[in-house]
């Protein structure tokens, strides 16, 4: 396990960026829980940091990424929440286990209806019917964060058209093309945390 290069950081940063925009700072800097026999009434500050092990990227907090250089790297087999993976072209792609760093701080998001929840988590696309509401001002090719009418989490694509563009599409118009969904953990069990 190592930390990043610079020019992974900013392969990886540009592509959060795409999704959470200015809060991309908050992510490395977040509020540790608060503990019931704790005299301070403010919440500690614990610093997140990004490492990659196996062209993997891992999301963890600063201490848990000291005591992990102790282990071995043939050993490690993960360690915080991976992000997703450098390909040997040297882009980054993310994995659906980044829904949940990234949803708390999207910069757009996307509403599906019940009826469209089930087309969406078996691999399909989002089309304007199963849309229930969408952040405004989302512009064509933005990083959008699919969620459930009850703001859960559902996945993550890029938005295919622009708000005001997409309120005026036909009903089977696509607009938002998937790129991850919670169905991946069941789809692809198998491969999705395989090191190899």
């Given at each position: 396990m190592r930390a990043l290069t610079e020019t992974e950081t900013k392969t990886l940063f540009t592509k959060l960026a795409d999704y959470t925009s200015s809060s991309l700072s908050t992510l490395l800097t977040t509020p540790a829980?608060?503990?019931?026999?704790?005299?301070?009434?403010?919440?500690?500050?614990?610093?997140?940091v990004f490492r990659t092990h196996q062209s993997r990227v891992y999301y963890l907090p600063l201490p848990l990424a000291n005591l992990a250089t102790s282990i071995a790297r043939t050993n490690l087999l993960s360690i915080g929440t991976c992000l997703g993976k450098f390909t040997k072209t040297g882009k980054f792609r993310l994995h659906i286990t980044a829904l949940d760093v990234i949803a708390p701080h999207a910069r757009a998001k996307v509403w599906v209806k019940g009826n469209g929840e089930m087309p969406y988590l078996y691999g399909g696309n989002v089309v304007k019917a199963h849309v229930g509401r969408w952040?405004?001002?989302?512009?064509?090719?933005?990083?959008?964060?699919?969620?459930?009418?009850?703001?859960?989490?559902?996945?993550?694509?890029?938005?295919?058209?622009s708000t005001d563009a997409a309120r005026k599409a036909e009903p089977t118009a696509v607009?938002?093309?998937?790129?991850?969904?919670?169905?991946?953990?069941?789809?692809?069990?198998?491969?999705?945390?395989?090191?190899?």
């Amino acid at each position: 396990m190592r930390a990043l290069t610079e020019t992974e950081t900013k392969t990886l940063f540009t592509k959060l960026a795409d999704y959470t925009s200015s809060s991309l700072s908050t992510l490395l800097t977040t509020p540790a829980p608060s503990r019931p026999s704790s005299s301070s009434k403010s919440p500690t500050q614990t610093r997140h940091v990004f490492r990659t092990h196996q062209s993997r990227v891992y999301y963890l907090p600063l201490p848990l990424a000291n005591l992990a250089t102790s282990i071995a790297r043939t050993n490690l087999l993960s360690i915080g929440t991976c992000l997703g993976k450098f390909t040997k072209t040297g882009k980054f792609r993310l994995h659906i286990t980044a829904l949940d760093v990234i949803a708390p701080h999207a910069r757009a998001k996307v509403w599906v209806k019940g009826n469209g929840e089930m087309p969406y988590l078996y691999g399909g696309n989002v089309v304007k019917a199963h849309v229930g509401r969408w952040s405004e001002g989302c512009t064509a090719g933005a990083g959008v964060v699919v969620c459930a009418m009850d703001d859960r989490p559902l996945g993550f694509g890029i938005s295919a058209r622009s708000t005001d563009a997409a309120r005026k599409a036909e009903p089977t118009a696509v607009v938002v093309f998937r790129q991850a969904d919670v169905g991946e953990y069941l789809r692809e069990e198998d491969t999705l945390f395989t090191t190899t």
